[in-house]
């Protein structure tokens, strides 16, 4: 897969023409795949497949820092590939854009960059200064352009309408399983393994620590039962404590550590994702090691129970 970030000078080259979804794709969710369905359909007809989006950068229309994410950039990179997608564009999201003529966006862009023989939107995506472009322009200048426009109805489930702004809510609560219901797959995490303080093996429950991600979302602190893809492609079950640790950590800096069932491999610096599957317990401050230890083994009886029935 063909991967533009943060790149300007974009260039697609293809002889039939792309087909081109438009919008965040933040998450990849049930709604998002609609969309993206459509780019893997008309890709078997030979047109080459453009997913194209933002990296946000600092700008005068959103706060960067306050901004949260289902999925990091290279996470969506991944999952793009995993979906056969042949073109992943991340397009700057700076000044200069936020201000570009919803025209231009279509004739510099869409026309002469990326070459589109059909775009691909939802039924409420707007692009531009000051979002003036809407699917009815994108209509309009079709004609001239020689592209097609293919819109995209919201998709719901339960009556409820899938976003990514209902899927953070979800995940802000731990309710997983609701959350992968809309995503469509597990809420994951990933990250190379890295270096911690080695406590969980001197109590028997050795754990394997990932760094977290600035801007992306993360669940309420506590205990989940969780799904581990080693780097090797292995599939393994476990617990992942998301939290500071208030029994044994006392400069509270957030941690992400994950004990896998029946394992004792060294995979220091190797890639996990972690897949967090149910909310067992809240983070909670015991008396010392000894209780911390009793409770982590009962937290591994509730996950193998709801793991594995």
């Not at 190379?192 to 620590?209: D, K, M, S, Y």
Request: contains cysteine.
């Amino acid at each position: 897969m063909q991967h533009y970030f943060n790149q300007k000078d974009i260039q697609i080259n293809t002889e039939k023409g792309s087909v081109v979804a438009l919008g965040k794709f933040d998450g990849f969710h049930q709604g998002h795949k609609l969309l993206l369905d459509e780019v893997l359909r008309l890709q078997k007809d030979g047109y080459t497949g453009v997913v194209f989006t933002f990296d946000i950068r600092k700008n005068s229309i959103f706060d960067v820092d306050k901004l949260q994410s289902i999925i990091t950039s290279e996470e969506k990179c991944m999952l793009a590939e995993q979906m056969g997608i042949d073109v992943l564009v991340e397009y700057p999201f700076d000044d200069a854009f936020a201000s570009m003529e919803p025209e231009a966006f279509v004739t510099d862009i869409l026309v002469k960059r990326l070459h589109a023989g059909y775009v691909v939107v939802g039924t409420d995506y707007g692009f531009g200064k000051k979002k003036r472009g809407n699917v009815e322009l994108l209509r309009k200048m079709a004609g001239e352009y020689g592209y097609q426009v293919i819109v995209i109805e919201k998709k719901k489930i339960h009556d409820v309408i899938v976003s990514s702004t209902y899927i953070r809510m979800l995940i802000s609560e731990g309710k997983m399983e609701e959350a992968e219901t809309f995503l469509g797959r597990p809420y994951f995490l990933s990250g190379h393994v890295v270096h911690g303080r080695e406590l969980g093996r001197t109590i028997q429950v050795p754990t394997a620590n990932l760094l977290p991600k600035h801007g992306k979302i993360y669940p309420v602190t506590g205990v989940y039962a969780s799904r581990i893809h080693l780097e090797d492609g292995r599939a393994c079950y476990g617990i992942t404590n998301i939290g500071d640790n208030p029994t044994v950590n006392t400069d509270r800096r957030v941690t992400i550590e994950t004990h896998i069932f029946d394992f004792d491999e060294d995979i220091y610096e190797q890639k996990l994702v972690v897949e967090l599957l149910s909310f067992i317990r809240g983070e909670q401050k015991f008396s010392g090691v000894s209780e911390l230890k009793a409770q982590m083994l009962a937290d591994m009886e509730v996950a193998k129970q709801r793991i594995f029935g």
